[in-house]
Every structure is written in structure tokens, then in C-alpha cells.
């Protein structure tokens, strides 16, 4: 059995890793950590993991962590980078679901993440943690640096477009809606019920987080620097992410469908739905999936591309064990045989 730590048990990604983990044949989660419920029974403070996760919430300590095989930082920014250094000297792999080792640059991570980054000497070994771009590396990696909600949905949808030189990665646009636990469990003005119920606002727009990690991984796709135009927004549901992308075709191949489908065909978690479909958040809601469809509306040169996962899974938990899985040589959709929950 591997034996996972999770640190940052009590928040959105935390639990939704108990839940993955804990049905999860090949995996005993040994530690979950909160600093704030240290000594609370887990399946107390989170009653769906009753019968299921038979242990207390601990403070984070090294020590403890470094029996684990694998450990999870389900943290904010800025805290995987203090403990990564030691729990890999003890032999320890590491996936972290925060943005600590995502951007390979340093100076870019300290400018949009607002503090000096603590463990630069790590930034070059962490791999990026998208199965579907990085799998070979994923592999072998000690530390795997688990993407954004927003760039995986985003990427996904570009990336065979991209690949192939079919459209103008100069004037890319990602015009992305996500539920609010996005934000996480934190208690947060910006995300009560009466700010957020019946309306609907974009935010970031001058710049957000997300997109210098986006602009790197994409850039990487076309073997060139693009510019894209990413837009977040904040919808009044719990869970999922919409991206409408657009896109200038620099020829028309045809099918893109076909290309879409051929790319795809391996990729157990992300499914290409028949043309002219429009998917749903909600047949993704508590999935691994992403799902994708591709139009070229009147035929013109602008292709759209529709990506929708849920954001606590494909964009974050999910995606973690897909990860943990690869990096423990396990049949990469072991424990992600989830069907979404409908409606
Ligand atoms: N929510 C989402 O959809 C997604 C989130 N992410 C990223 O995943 C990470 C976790 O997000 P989310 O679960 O939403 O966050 P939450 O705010 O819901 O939870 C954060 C967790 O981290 C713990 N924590 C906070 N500060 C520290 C610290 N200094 N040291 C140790 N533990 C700490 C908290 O518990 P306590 O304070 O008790 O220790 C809590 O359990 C973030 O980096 C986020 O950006 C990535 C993709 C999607
Ligand atoms: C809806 C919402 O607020 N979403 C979050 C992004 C989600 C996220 O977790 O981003 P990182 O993993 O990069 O920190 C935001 O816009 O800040």
C-alpha cells in the first residue's frame, strides 16, 4: 500500500483527495493535517468520509509526513516551498496542488504570487504536472507541480490546435466561467452565497494568476511564445469550469472534429463529444473528465473550442492521483473510475 500524507486536509482540495483516496485499492491515507482542527477526528468535521477515513486531523510536522510514501499539499501558495526541500531528502514524493513550482521562472512566480519564492533550487526539477503533455516525466518525478483549474481546462482545449500549427497562437482568447469553490473554503466576503447567488462577474481581467502559467505551458505546445487574452469569471455554482476558447485558423484542414478525436484517442480523461454537442458542467460534476467539443461557427476562420472539467477533480484532486498514480507505476486511472453525478 502506498501511504499518502495529505497537508491542507480540511480545505475544498483536501477533502475531495479524501474522498478519491480513500476508495482507492492501492493507497492508506496515514496523515492529514490542519492546523486549526488538530486532534478532530476527520470523519467528524467531514461526515460523507465516515466509514471511510478512519483518522484524526495533526498538526503539519516533517517528521511525521516523512513515513509517507507520497505526500499532497492541498495548501494556499507559498506553503509547499517551506517543506519540500526536506520531505524529498527523506524520500518522499511530492504533488503539489498549489502554483508554488508551476512557473519556471522565479522572478515571474515572485511577480504574480507576491512573495519571494523559497525553494528556487526546485523549480527546474518539478515536473508539470498534466498527464497528457508530461506523462513521460510524470513518471519518473520526485515532485510533480499539479496545474490550475483554469490552465488545465484551457489547455486541453488548445492544445492540439496548437501542436499542429493550425491557428494563430499570437491572438489566443479563454473566456473561462468557474464555480466558487475555485476560491476554496476560506470564509471570504467575495464568495458568500448573497454576493455570488443570481449574478455573474468576470475578474482578473487586467491580469490574473493563471495566465503567465497558461502563456508557458502553451508556448511550449507551439514551439513558440503566444498571446492569449484569458478572462476569468465567477458563476453562481459550487463546482466546474467552462472555457470558451477562440482562436484565428491559419488554414482550413477540414475536420477539425477528426483532429480533435485522433489526438484524444489514448487519453482515457478527456473525451471528445460528437460534433456540435455543447458540454455541460454538470456531466462532468465529481469526474476525472474533461470534456471537449469543437466548432466553426458559419464555417468562418474562428474555431471555438468548449472545455469543461470540475474544478476540484480534473482541475485539482483528480488530476493529483492521475499523477500519483504515474509516479507510482499504477494503471493511470485506478481509482478515478468515477461517474459524474447528475443532475
Ligand atoms: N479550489 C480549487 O478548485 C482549486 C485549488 N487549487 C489550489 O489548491 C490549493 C488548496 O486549495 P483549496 O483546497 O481550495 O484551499 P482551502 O482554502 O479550501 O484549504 C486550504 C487548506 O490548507 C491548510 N492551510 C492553510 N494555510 C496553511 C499553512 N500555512 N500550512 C499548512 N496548512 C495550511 C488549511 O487548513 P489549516 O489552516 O487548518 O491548516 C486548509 O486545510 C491552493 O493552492 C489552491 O490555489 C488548485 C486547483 C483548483
Ligand atoms: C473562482 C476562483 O476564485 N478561482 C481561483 C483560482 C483557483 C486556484 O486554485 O488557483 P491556484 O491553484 O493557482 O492558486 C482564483 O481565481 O483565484
Known amino acids: ?92 514524493k511530492i504533488i503539489d496542488l498549489s502554483a508554488d513550482f508551476r512557473l519556471k521562472d522565479a522572478a515571474e512566480w515572485q511577480h504574480w504570487y507576491g512573495m519571494e519564492h523559497a525553494c528556487p533550487a526546485l523549480i527546474a526539477e518539478a515536473v508539470y504536472g498534466l498527464p497528457e503533455t508530461h506523462r513521460a516525466a510524470i513518471k519518473n518525478a520526485r515532485l510533480v507541480a499539479n496545474p490550475g483549474c483554469y490552465p488545465t481546462a484551457v489547455q486541453l482545449g488548445f492544445l492540439p490546435l496548437l501542436e499542429t500549427g493550425l491557428i494563430d497562437p499570437h491572438h489566443l482568447i479563454a473566456d473561462v466561467k468557474s464555480g466558487v469553490s475555485g476560491a476554496g473554503r476560506k470564509a471570504e466576503l467575495a464568495t458568500l452565497m448573497s454576493e455570488t447567488g443570481e449574478s455573474f462577474k468576470a475578474y482578473g481581467v487586467a491580469g490574473h494568476r493563471h495566465l503567465p502559467e497558461i502563456r508557458q505551458q502553451l508556448a511550449l505546445a507551439a514551439k513558440q511564445s503566444v498571446g492569449l487574452t484569458f478572462v476569468p469569471h465567477l458563476i453562481p455554482m459550487i463546482r466546474g469550469i467552462h472555457a470558451t476558447l477562440y482562436a ?51 464555417g468562418q476562420d474562428t474555431v471555438v473550442v468548449l472545455s469543461v472539467i470540475d474544478n476540484l477533480v480534473k482541475g485539482a484532486a483528480g488530476q493529483a492521483v492521475q499523477n500519483m498514480n504515474l509516479m507510482f507505476g499504477l494503471p493511470e486511472q485506478i481509482g478515478l473510475n468515477m461517474v459524474a453525478l447528475y443532475p
Open 1 to 92: 500500500m502506498i501511504r499518502a500524507g495529505i497537508v491542507g486536509g480540511t480545505g475544498y482540495t483536501g477533502v475531495e483527495l479524501l474522498r478519491i483516496l480513500a476508495l482507492h485499492p492501492h493507497v492508506e491515507v496515514s496523515v492529514v493535517t490542519s492546523r486549526s482542527d488538530v486532534g478532530t477526528r476527520v470523519d467528524a468535521l467531514y461526515p460523507s468520509l465516515r466509514g471511510a477515513i478512519n483518522t484524526v486531523f495533526s498538526a503539519p510536522d516533517i517528521a511525521e509526513l516523512s513515513d509517507c510514501d507520497v505526500v499532497f499539499f492541498a495548501t494556499p501558495n507559498g506553503t509547499a516551498m517551506l517543506m519540500a526541500q526536506q520531505l524529498l531528502e527523506h524520500g518522499v
Open 248 to 298: 484565428r485558423l491559419n488554414t482550413d484542414i477540414g475536420s477539425l472534429q477528426s483532429l480533435f478525436e485522433q489526438k484524444y484517442a489514448d487519453e482515457v480523461f478527456v473525451d471528445v463529444l460528437p460534433a456540435n454537442s455543447h458540454p455541460d458542467t454538470r456531466n462532468v460534476r465529481g469526474s476525472n473528465f474533461c470534456h471537449i467539443s469543437i466548432h466553426q461557427p458559419q
